[in-house]
């Protein structure tokens, strides 16, 4: 089977709406989330894959008709498309594809722990602002796909609809099979059913709480400075969101790595100053502190994205320096003020 074929939902998705320690909390719930009265919400995951792939009596065809409207956000066309139709029945009859749900199927027999964490999650970020929305999240199988592509897209998250790539967070399972295999193994560490709630709330928050809020990443006349700040504010709300989630999840690190950044802290700003990178415009001179990767380049032993985990630290003193909401602290765009409020001077350890 074609990839493009094989790939079509969750490429057909984007195209249509084209944790070592705990949590450290340094402001208590009502600083950060404010006054407003926690609403518990109540989240139920429409499981995409088990509807296509559940063993039936019919025809692939009349199957696929049978489910359509109950998971029409995950069909980017009319399944009476005779074309799109014929898509949608490769994958499904893909043996390949069948083999990897069996695999799936036994990593997550049921969802109610993530629906349970999701549930708490969703409540606490809704307190933040009470106009964000609570969106009907489903899971799905991509199968295969250009690996940076699929994990940059492995949570979508839309007003309308959430979904979750379930099969990208089942590689202790998948990792040797043909459709997977090309996943880096630096990218396998954070593709763990730990890591599902983490990721979930971080792109969540840039999506539906923060929707409003411009990502220094999209600003070509950011600096250093402003990137990592931007970065570490997301890094820093998912954690006060996630109060009981170890930071290693939330940075998607190992432990290793995790203790690295955390030994080496002071080695990485003072690299940072020393190549004058913090105020500097140009992101070829420091791309290589913010990219994805199995580490970071001429600096032996380390993890990719030590800067963002500078931009975190910053973050963080700056909020046990001020007695800030999250939400007042995402109206702060000036990155060299949270800078200087925030005291950072990192200890040799």
Not at 137 to 145: Q, S
Not at 177 to 184: A, G, L, Q, T
Not at 228 to 253: F, H, M, S
Not at 328 to 337: C, V
Request: neutral net charge; glycine residues 4%; hydrophobic residues 35%.
């Amino acid at each position: 089977m074609k990839k493009i074929e094989s790939s079509f939902i969750l490429c057909l998705i984007i195209i249509v709406f084209a944790c070592c320690g705990k949590g450290d909390a340094t402001q208590s719930d009502k600083v950060l989330f404010g006054q407003e009265p926690e609403v518990k919400e109540n989240v139920r995951i429409h499981r995409f894959e088990v509807a296509l792939f559940a063993p039936s009596k019919e025809s692939t065809r009349e199957h696929l008709l049978s489910i359509e409207k109950d998971f029409k956000p995950m069909f980017a066309a009319s399944l009476s498309d005779n074309r799109y139709m014929q898509v949608v029945e490769s994958f499904v009859e893909d043996r390949e594809m069948k083999r990897a749900y069996k695999e799936v199927k036994q990593e997550y027999p049921d969802l109610k722990f993530l629906e349970k964490e999701l549930s708490e999650a969703i409540s606490r970020m809704k307190q933040i602002r009470k106009d964000s929305v609570k969106t009907d999240i489903y899971t799905l199988m991509v199968g295969p796909m250009e690996y940076s592509y699929a994990y940059e897209n492995r949570i979508l998250v839309y007003p309308e609809f959430s979904a979750i790539s379930i099969d990208l967070y089942s590689m202790d399972r998948l990792s040797e099979h043909p459709y997977y295999k090309s996943m880096p193994k630096y990218l396998q560490s954070s593709l763990t059913k730990d890591n599902i709630v983490p990721d979930y709330v971080y792109t969540y928050l840039r999506e539906i709480t923060f929707r409003d809020v411009p990502l220094q990443s999209m600003n070509p006349e950011a600096s250093f400075l402003d990137c990592i700040i931007d970065e570490g504010k997301y890094i820093y709300a998912t954690q006060a969101v996630l109060k009981d989630c170890k930071l290693n999840l939330i940075l998607r690190y190992t432990e290793k790595e995790l203790e690295w950044v955390e030994k080496n802290e002071s080695n990485i700003w003072g690299y940072i100053i020393q190549n004058q990178l913090l105020y500097n415009k140009d992101r070829t001179k420091y791309m290589h502190l913010t990219a994805q990767g199995p580490g970071t380049k001429n600096i032996a032993g380390s993890p990719s994205r030590i800067g963002y985990y500078i931009g975190y630290k910053i973050v963080q003193n700056y909020m046990r320096e001020n007695s800030v909401s999250l939400d007042s602290l995402f109206k702060i765009s000036d990155s060299e003020l949270i800078l200087r409020e925030s005291k950072y001077k990192p200890e040799n350890h």
